[in-house]
């Protein structure tokens, strides 16, 4: 695990924008496993910025987003559909037929994981799975307590994650109380990992993840059994972080 630090929110967008950019120059039809949240969205930017100057292209690229909310179908504004084509997809020149996304309103949800799962082989794996951290520690909606072996699954929402969602609702009552998403072991089967994580509020998230107990209680932390993983954090996420621990201290132009 390589665990690199910013100085701030753009440089670490920067830094893992060149990370996806490097991945896809060395493989053109490389399968990527796309996060939600706030914080990919500064990376996206950097990745549209990359595409329009003509120095990647998403024309081979396939994309397997790591999860959906259940109940909401691809056109509702709050859905992680409408967040990848606003913050990515409208805007780069990936083909539709390589954008997949869970259906959050399936009618056989089990069928439409075993599908995934199927799609996600099929493709040959992920070849590098981009992932946030949720404040207790989640990785897509892999809540603490998820099995290790999970596979691509319906789950219930935590509290804690549904008031964390309710940014994304005007009203209370759309929050999803469930998600479809990718499991610890359709993650952990990536090739390679680039976790991460921004702001002060991320840090006991981060300290857990890279140096507490390996643990299904915490599930960011079984990442520290894969052996491909880049973590790249700001300043205040990293602050819980001994920095012994911390691999390369990067500033803008210089990063990984
Ligand atoms: C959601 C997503 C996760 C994401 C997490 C953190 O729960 N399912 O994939 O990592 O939020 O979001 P943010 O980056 O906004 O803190």
Redesign the pocket.
């Known amino acids: 695990m390589r665990i690199i630090v910013t100085d701030n929110y753009g440089e670490m967008s920067q830094a893992a924008a060149r990370t996806v950019a490097r991945q896809i120059l060395a493989k053109q039809d490389s399968v990527l496993g796309l996060?939600?949240?706030?914080?990919?969205i500064g990376m996206y930017g950097q990745l549209i910025k990359l595409c329009s100057h003509g120095l990647i292209s998403f024309s081979k690229v396939v994309t397997f987003n790591?999860?959906e909310y259940r109940g909401l179908s691809s056109d509702h504004p709050g859905s992680?559909y409408q967040y990848m084509r606003e913050n990515l997809f409208d805007q780069v020149d990936i083909r539709e037929e390589n954008i997949h996304i869970l259906d959050g309103i399936a009618p056989d949800t089990e069928g439409e994981c075993r599908q995934y799962e199927e799609e996600i082989r099929r493709h040959g794996g992920i070849d590098l799975q981009v992932?946030?951290?949720?404040?207790n520690g989640?990785?897509?909606?892999n809540e603490p307590g998820s099995n290790w072996g999970s596979k691509t699954r319906l789950v219930n929402l935590s509290a804690e994650?549904r008031r964390?969602?309710s940014?994304n609702f005007r009203d209370p009552g759309e929050i999803p109380t469930q998600?479809i998403?990718m499991g610890i072991r359709t993650i952990m089967r990536a090739k390679r990992i680039l976790l991460?994580?921004?702001?002060q509020?991320?840090a006991p998230a981060a300290k857990q993840a890279l140096r507490g107990p390996v643990t299904e209680k915490a599930p960011a932390s079984v990442l520290q059994l894969h052996p491909a993983v880049t973590v790249i954090l700001d300043k205040e996420a990293s602050s819980l972080i001994k920095p012994e621990d911390i691999h390369e201290l990067s500033t803008m132009g210089r990063s990984d």
């Open positions: 996060p939600t949240g706030n914080t990919p790591l999860d992680f992932l946030g951290i949720g404040l989640h990785i897509g909606f994650t964390r969602e940014r998600a998403t991460l994580a921004s702001g509020e991320k």
